[in-house]
């Protein structure tokens, strides 16, 4: 649905844009899988990243004030080589995205504070983020 709307308007932005070897990871597990969730204070957005490491991707989040998201990194080249313990394994067969740079964006359902996120990459792949939402005057007024 989101699709239609962007392809009868194409001065909309569509809602996730994939490039590097996020757009062409057909190889392995998708690279830019999103959920995002909504409360009243805050959003929630989870997004895949797997064979990111966060130590050697430069893995970078940046929000804006609108809610647009932006995700930089690097898949690493790994060169086939798998370390457990004290055992070299040489891969034959991965399903893994090529190594190299990508991008992710896409944007929340409305503004939000950038300068107040919490952002968490998770052992699993994923990188969780909660970032608040703008306080209105409605709420301002309701707290007191």
């Not at 929630?44 to 430069?58: C, D, E, K, T, Y």
């Not at 940046?62 to 790994?78: A, F, K, S």
């Not at 190594?99 to 929340?108: A, Q, V």
């Amino acid at each position: 649905m989101v699709g239609q709307d962007h392809a009868q308007n194409p001065k909309m932005k569509p809602p996730i844009v994939l490039t590097g070897t996020a757009k062409e990871g057909n190889t392995g597990p998708p690279i830019g899988l999103i959920d995002i969730g909504i409360s009243q204070s805050a959003y929630l957005f989870r997004v895949a990243l797997p064979g990111i490491r966060n130590n050697q991707s430069n893995l970078k989040c940046e929000i804006q004030r609108d809610g647009r998201v932006h995700i930089e990194g690097v898949v690493p080249n790994e060169l086939g080589l798998l370390k457990s313990s004290s055992t070299i394994y040489q891969m034959k067969f991965q399903q893994r995205n090529p190594p190299g740079p990508f991008t992710i964006s896409f944007n929340l359902p409305g503004p939000v504070d950038p300068r107040l996120f919490s952002p968490n990459f998770r052992s699993d792949g994923i990188l969780e983020v909660v970032v608040m939402r703008p306080k209105t005057q409605d709420s301002n007024n309701s707290s007191r």
